[in-house]
């Protein structure tokens, strides 16, 4: 019955069967990556060398698993891994290795695809420590003297740098330590100076040598070990008079190792025999005395002094410096007398003044002079004298004339004048008397 289907039938037929999946692609091809690039000595020893490089430039769809690293002695090519487990970092010190000899070094990049072409050094690499020149790096607060006082403890460390470990010597003034008062101990790093308790013989100018190979370096520095001084080898009375003194003193012989600062001088009463300080950080070797009492008897006494401090003991003076009692005559001064004399000078004036009928009034003014200036006190050019009127003071330069009750006619020009030998001077004001308001018309 199939056997005769219409062509409509027939284009149908086809549509009715299941589509058949798509073909998938073909995996890609599995690649290695390109060769390490980079590569060479980051640093070396005389057992090993630790060598770095960049990644490949190309990796690919199949990654980067890791490196291996492989070596062998120069002129051969028997080349084998130094490392079990593929290498992750881009970082790798190759071990225990026999110093002298001369290596080639490779590197290999591996992933999925295999090994890629190795990364390999130019040259071969000697397997020996680098030499660097040494350097001693004296720390800044040895490069001036360094003071420290008897009994202390001295740790002193002395930094420096060099490959491979340099061979540290010291000296003392230019001879060997003394390993039983000065002990050292080296590092690859620093060499370390100690001294249990330092004394006066531990000064001196030490040196450090730092050698590698056919290089040296070397530094020095100053140790001065300094202790309380002894006092002034002597002390004297040079001369006595009035109520001073005057001593002189010499240096002490034993300075503790470093220079005198200054002198501490003191004095005792010898009736109570106490000491007081008159002098201190004294840089002289002589000075007075001055300010004792008269009739006491003194004796004096002299500290030496250092960056340590005072001497435990002082020079005493042998003899003793009696203040004696004398008469003293009493000369008064010569002064030459002073000429005061002065004409007369008004300082303050008469100012213009209004009043009322019936309300006394006072008119003010200031003079000065020498001798004392006469007053003279006028109305209208007409000396007032006695009249009962006014009255008239003058105390201490103040002049005043106070004019009682005054009626209409008791208005005008006052005056007052000042008169001594060396001359006059006057002063004048206008008092007006006004009627009370009651009266005005």
Known sequence: ANAYLTSAEAAEAPASEEPKPPTPPPPPPKEPTSAPVDLFVEDKNDTSVAIIWSQPETIGLSGLDGYIIEICKDGTEDWNAVNEDLQKSCRYIIKNQTTGDRLKIRVVAVNAGGRSPPGILPEAVLVKEVADR?????????????????G???????????????????????????????????????????????????????????????????????????ELPGP??????????????????????????????GYTVQKADKKT??????????HRLNATISDLIMGNTYKFRVFSENKCGLSESAAVTKSVAKIVKTGIDYKPPDYKEHNFSEAPKFTTSLNDRVTTVGYSAKLLCSVRGFPKPKIQWMKNQMIIGDDPKYRQ??????CSLEIRKPGN?????????????????????????????????
């Open 134 to 150: 040494p350097k001693v790096r004296l720390p800044r607060y040895l490069r001036q003297r360094y003071v420290a006082r008897v």
């Open 152 to 226: 202390d403890k001295i740790n002193l460390t002395i930094p420096f740098t060099g490959k491979p470990k340099p061979v540290v010597t010291w000296t003392k003034n230019g001879q060997p330590l003394d390993t039983k008062k000065v002990n050292i101990r080296s590092t690859e790093r620093d060499s370390i100076l100690f001294i249990r308790a330092a004394d006066r013989e531990d000064s001196g100018v030490y040196e450090i040598c730092v050698k590698v190979e056919g290089f040296e370096d070397k530094a020095s520095f100053t140790l001065q070990i300094v």
């Open 232 to 261: 002034p080898a002597s002390v004297k009375i040079v001369d006595t008079w009035g109520f001073n003194v005057a001593l002189e003193w010499t240096p002490p012989t034993d300075n503790g190792n470093t220079e005198i600062t």
């Open 273 to 282: 025999g106490d000491w007081f300080t008159v002098l201190e950080h004294y």
């Open 393 to 398: 003071i003058c105390v201490q330069g103040i």
């Open 409 to 441: 006619f008791d208005g005008g020009v006052y005056s007052c004048k000042a008169m001594n030998d060396h001359g006059e001077a006057t002063v004048t004001c206008k008092l007006e008397v006004k009627l009370p308001m009651i009266f005005r018309t």
